[in-house]
């Protein structure tokens, strides 16, 4: 083909074009058209595409998560009121107010009990938290190893929750060589009341 005749080729009239060029120019406006098309809409289309593929992930993921919880509903029901059953009897281990002077003469009792000597039994300021009350209680106590034993036993045995915190024992004086040598236990008795909303108000 002769490029020379490129040149005399007359646009008003495209039908007398040589065949060969006719399809390059055809092939080329089909080449523009595409291009055009997959700019203008089809890129836009397969972003979008993409997009709606990472949802779908997430959505299965989401929706996984959740029919594995909805299959264990009746286990987490029972659990939550296994939970509210085992919070209500440890707020009942609490003492209201009015209970509170008894738990100290209980504590007081079960260190006579086992045999000890109040050197000091004062309890000391209450100490609010988010939903009860912290009653420390300074002891001093004198007795041999196995009253100390007994006493804390005595605590841990009562109805009411009671713990002890910061124990130092030390030699009371005396013979320290003997069997029975009295020994010197100072620790803090700590005791909780429950806080009801209209305490904490």
């Known amino acids: 083909m002769d490029l020379n005749k490129l040149n005399e080729l007359d646009l008003n009239n495209v039908g007398e074009w040589p065949v060969a060029i006719k399809a390059i120019v055809i092939l080329l406006g089909c080449i523009g058209l595409t291009l055009g098309v997959y700019y203008l809409d089809t890129q836009s289309q397969l972003l979008r595409l993409d997009q709606e593929r990472t949802a779908e992930v997430d959505l299965r993921r989401s929706f996984e998560t959740k029919q594995r919880k909805a299959a264990n509903l009746e286990l987490y029901r029972q659990q939550i009121e296994e939970m509210q059953e085992s919070f209500g009897a440890m707020l009942r281990q609490l003492p209201d107010r009015t209970e509170v002077a ?52 005595g605590l841990a045995a009562l109805p009411r929750i009671v713990t002890i915190h910061d124990v130092k024992i030390g030699n009371a004086g005396g013979d320290s060589g003997a069997e029975d040598a009295k020994l010197a236990l100072q620790a803090t008795v700590r005791t909780y009341r429950y806080l009801d909303e209209a305490a904490e108000k």
Not at 103 to 127: I, M, R, Y
Not at 133 to 139: F, M, S, Y
């Open 102 to 153: 008894a738990l100290l003469v209980d504590v007081s009792q079960t260190g006579l009990a086992a045999g000890l000597e109040f050197q000091l039994f004062q309890p000391q300021s209450e100490q609010s938290k988010e939903f009860y009350a912290e009653l420390p209680i300074d002891v001093r106590v004198t007795g041999n190893y196995h009253d100390f034993g007994r006493f804390i036993s």
